[in-house]
């Protein structure tokens, strides 16, 4: 009933009616030959575009099919080149290394001349898993039919790296095996990501139930300790009466011994403070003038994260490796998520007591 004009144009491709685009109004008389002019305009494009869909999707499924035809017809030699990241290793029937790209050589810590003619599994993996690997690489030797599979990888340092390899034949002309290629990705990173995702979620369900400051940011540096192999680590909770931070520094991992420091809270200042100092014994602390420790010279790589809320830092969460220049931007990423994590637990511990303190007074009232 509201409908007082109309205006309509089918869309056509190939001769062939796919749709209409219709427009109302609710003046009558409103459509003039202009408007029909423009409407067509807008149809016609419409159908460009629809044909550039249908072409691009027609495009896609023969891209589809032809990658699958290359998949299946990969050779030798497009196998064995260095592609990033890949770690590809071809094999003759006896499981004896015939290829070794520069990703093996890299991640392994070998080089082919190092590997070249012997048997994998007598370089890169453990006793226990030796077998394992042999049942894989005979089966696939047997079958002939491609198949998946983890292991672990010990580098030349002694390292453990996990893999994850995709295992492929490649037949001679009479049908038998010529050739393993094995082609892998090291997914070490992503399990220890994996590791730290659980630990950060196990850690905010822990922190949620603490009201005590002290007890949250100690778990918070256990859980850092845990995921990072750390020397030492320590801890600050800004007084907001002064700016500084309300130290406690733990000199060596697993040990209880705190020691309390008045520091800034710029990073740069504090660390350089830490950096170029370690706890002397107690007699030369009680000697000291200020009565407070006083540390000696110390070497290592630092990272640091602030504790924030809103727009309010509530302090910050330091840790210490042994060796220098040590720590990526994952370990910063997850040096920061536990800190955000810690400030959370003590805003809320914070609030929990005013909130308890309040309802204290008003039960006195």
Same mark, same amino acid.
């Given at each position: ?222 859980? %850092? ?59 030369? %602390? ?80």
């Amino acid at each position: 009933s509201w409908t007082k004009s109309h205006l309509s144009a089918p869309i056509n491709i190939r001769d062939r009616t796919v749709g209409f685009l219709k427009v109302d109004s609710i003046t009558p008389g409103f459509f003039t030959p202009s408007h029909a002019q423009q409407l067509k305009g807008i149809v016609e494009q419409a159908v460009i575009a629809l044909r550039n869909a249908q072409l691009y999707d027609q495009a896609r499924q023969e891209i589809t099919r032809r990658i699958i035809g290359l998949k299946q017809e990969r050779n030798f030699v497009s196998a064995v080149l260095n592609t990033a990241g890949a770690l590809v290793m071809v094999l003759n029937p006896e499981g004896r290394i015939l290829r070794f790209n520069r990703a093996c050589e890299q991640t392994s810590g070998y080089s082919y001349e190092e590997v070249r003619g012997k048997r994998f599994w007598g370089l890169f993996l453990t006793s226990n898993e030796i077998p394992k690997a042999r049942a894989i690489f005979e089966s696939l030797v047997a079958n002939k039919a491609p198949s998946d599979n983890e292991s672990y990888w010990i580098t030349k340092e002694g390292k453990p790296r996990i893999i994850s390899w995709s295992n492929n034949v490649l037949l001679d002309n009479s049908g038998q095996v010529e050739y393993i290629i094995r082609t892998g990705i090291d997914i070490t990173e992503r399990r220890r990501l994996e590791e730290r995702l659980v630990a950060i979620h196990q850690l905010g369900r822990e922190l949620n139930l603490l009201r005590n400051e002290a007890d949250i940011c100690n778990i918070a540096l256990e859980t %850092a300790s845990f995921l990072l192999s750390l020397k030492s680590s320590g801890y600050g909770v800004v007084d907001e009466a002064s700016g500084e931070l309300d130290y406690y520094y733990y000199p060596i991992r697993g040990v209880p011994q705190v020691i309390e420091f008045r520091l800034p809270l710029d990073s740069k200042k504090r660390i350089n403070i830490l950096r170029t100092q370690g706890q002397k014994s107690e007699a030369e %602390a009680d000697a000291s003038a200020a009565n407070q420790p006083v540390l000696e010279e110390q070497s290592g790589s630092w990272l640091t994260a602030p504790m924030i809320v809103g727009e309010r830092t509530l302090g910050v969460l330091d840790i210490k490796i042994q060796e220098q220049n040590y720590f990526s931007p994952n370990d910063q990423q997850l040096l920061q998520t536990l800190a955000d994590q810690t400030a959370v637990a003590i805003e809320n511990a914070r609030l929990h007591r005013e909130t308890q303190q309040r309802i204290d007074e008003m039960t006195t009232l």
